[in-house]
């Protein structure tokens, strides 16, 4: 049975940090590109960044300015991301998603993702 279960989320003050994990089971993860998306309430699902199978490569969304950073670990089926200086507007639902590569990782945002986590709720106050 593929999973993937996130983990990590939770209420942090603005300014402060979180690390969310992304745990794969039931299949390789290692042959696909994972992705961290996030969802507001009222707002259609952002894309956060993504990673290549290798880990080489990374790429962001525009409004992230440094802030977070992806990174995955195949000997464990693990993809982590580490969110710093979290503001409220970061408050959102967030997604673990993994896509079989047919393109570079900067055609993450709009690829075709086959599996997605539960997600996990990351809140920010002010």
């Known amino acids: 049975q593929v999973q993937l279960v996130e983990s990590g989320g939770g209420l942090v003050q603005a300014g402060g940090s979180l690390r969310l994990s992304c745990a794969a089971s039931?299949?390789?993860?290692?042959?696909?590109?994972m992705a961290w998306f996030r969802q507001a309430p009222g707002k259609e699902r952002e894309f956060v960044a993504a990673?290549?199978?290798?880990?080489?490569?990374?790429h962001y969304g525009d409004f992230l300015k440094g802030r977070f950073t992806i990174s995955r670990d195949n000997a464990k089926n693990t993809v982590d991301l580490q969110m710093n200086v979290l503001q409220p507007e970061d408050t959102a639902v967030y997604y673990c998603?993994?896509?079989?590569?047919?393109?570079?990782?900067?055609?993450?945002?709009?690829?075709?993702?086959?599996?997605w986590g539960q997600g996990t709720q990351v809140t920010v106050s002010s």
């Open positions: 039931g299949f390789t993860a290692s042959n696909y590109i």
């Open positions: 998603a993994a896509a079989w590569p047919k393109g570079p990782v900067t055609s993450a945002p709009t690829a075709e993702y086959d599996y």
């Open positions: 990673i290549t199978r290798s880990g080489k490569t990374t």
